[in-house]
């Protein structure tokens, strides 16, 4: 049971590891956390087990005292946005991301629609000791309801003025059976856009395309795109805090590539600024960030540690590899909605193609490998690892794991917090410098193991 808390939200396979009961257990340990007062907003992805998942959560929220608000089925920024907007201690999310159907779970967040960090800690420190505040049955929350056509609506009055692109593009959106479908296509429309659509029906067996927009997932996108000839391509998950983009040519854009044009141009509006980027990003956002008058700080991979980071460094923008990209201007938390509006009306204003766009930055090539440890012994791993590099005389940063930095390239180690691996991740500046830095990780890690095994 354990193992279903994770480092920002709660997450298993319904009916295997993650049951009702637990949901109804969860939303007492979160009513406790929070005091067993105030009032809390629920939304919820389009998922086959939300609406058991959430009512249970809700019951065992409002026995503790709080002042239950579900607003349905809405993608996850717009629930966070109706959380920050609304007079609420705190918001809960019923969603798996982009994980597969069977999976699902609970992601808290802040009044600021910010999501959880230690404070997860906590909530599962309560679930296992079974001390639980409980209200008289004459001071138990009200169980209410905010349906989703106004939270969407107040959404997109609050979006829609503050773009305004110069010409018409052809897009395509692939909302992946997801909760995107309910808002992305009208916004386009409503901007003057030229909009076709994909999967474009909510429907939590994900019929269409496996939840998770990335390349093997998107080739019908891909080949819309080139034979309608459009401008550009949207894929999104199932709850909509991640996004993809398919270029003209109808190929997918490196992430930090889309959040590198996103953020030059917002650079260019504001004339400086800091631009966040977790230790997982190419070092190519450096480059250009620089080139274009900004500076990067570097943080921790999980979207609820950018958010905090993005409030530290007053940041203008920030990006995760993960396909999660935050404008502040609007507010902390990632919306891929927003920074697809915001695309969009960058290229109504360029003469160039997202193609030419992407082209003109550097790639790098990048290996991804899975080193096999126990969980006993994994972080002490990493320690021996850190070590190790630092006896060669490397720089290394220690903000998420172990990032190595080379002269003309980079690793990164981090030790899963689910599973019993250590995930390195490399780049470098040709394909025979990503050889040789990919033998020397793995060789330092397996020297690094033995010594503490």
């Known amino acids: 049971m354990e193992h279903i808390f994770r480092a920002y939200d709660i997450r298993g396979i319904f009916n295997k590891e ?40 809700c019951s065992g929220l409002a026995s503790t005292g709080i002042d239950v608000y579900s607003t349905g089925v809405v993608p996850i920024p717009v629930a966070n946005f109706k959380t920050m907007k609304g007079d609420f201690k705190a918001g809960a999310y019923i969603t798996a991301s982009h994980n597969p159907p069977e ?14 960090t230690e404070e997860n800690e906590e909530i ?21 309801t905010i349906s989703p056509e106004s939270t969407l609506k107040e959404y997109e009055e609050y979006l829609l003025p503050r773009f305004s692109p110069e010409r018409s593009l052809k897009v395509i959106i692939d909302s992946g059976n997801g909760t995107a479908s309910l808002t992305s296509p009208y916004l386009f429309r409503k901007l003057g856009f030229d909009v076709r659509t994909l999967n474009a029906q909510p429907d939590g067996t994900f019929p269409g395309r496996p939840n ?5 997932n998107l080739k019908d996108l891909m080949l819309s795109v080139r034979e309608m000839k459009s401008d550009f391509g949207i894929a999104y998950d199932g709850d909509a805090d991640r996004v993809v983009f398919i270029d003209d040519l109808g190929r997918v854009v490196q992430n930090e590539k889309i959040g590198i044009i996103v953020a030059r141009e917002i650079l260019r509006e504001k004339g400086s600024g800091t631009v966040v980027a977790n230790v997982e990003c190419s070092s190519i956002v450096e480059e250009e960030i620089s080139r274009a008058g900004g500076e990067v700080a570097r ?26 990209y935050f404008y502040p201007d609007f507010y902390y938390f990632d919306d891929p909605l927003v920074v697809s509006l915001k695309l969009a009306e960058i290229l109504s204003k360029k003469d160039k193609k997202l193609s030419k766009m992407a082209d003109d930055i550097s790639s790098y090539p990048k290996a991804h490998e899975n080193y096999s440890c126990k969980d006993s012994i994994k ?18 940063d220690i903000t998420d794991g172990a990032r190595v930095e080379f002269d003309d390239g980079w690793a990164l180690l981090r030790a899963s917090n689910t599973t ?11 394909e025979e410098r990503l050889r040789e830095f990919t033998r020397m990780v793995r060789d330092i890690f397996e020297d690094a193991k033995k010594e503490i095994e």
């Open 124 to 144: 599962k420190k309560i679930f296992f000791s079974g001390k639980f505040k409980t209200a008289n049955w004459n001071r138990v929350g009200g169980l209410f």
């Open 420 to 430: 019993p691996l250590i995930r390195a991740t490399v780049e470098a500046r040709n």
């Open 103 to 116: 999976y699902n779970g609970i992601r808290f967040r802040r009044s600021d629609g910010t999501g959880y």
């Open 212 to 216: 998770e927009p990335k390349e093997e």
């Open 379 to 396: 972080f002490r791993v990493i320690e021996k690892i850190i070590e190790k590099f630092r006896a060669r005389g490397y720089r290394i």
């Open 299 to 324: 943080v921790r991979v999980g979207d609820v540690f950018v958010c905090d980071a993005i409030k530290r460094y007053s940041a203008i923008f920030a990006m995760e590899t993960s396909a999660h």
């Open 18 to 57: 993650f049951y009702a009961e637990n949901a109804a257990t969860i939303g007492t340990a979160f009513g406790t956390y929070l005091g067993g007062e105030g009032k809390v907003l629920v939304g919820m992805d389009s998922r086959v087990t939300s609406s058991i998942i959430e009512r249970a959560f």
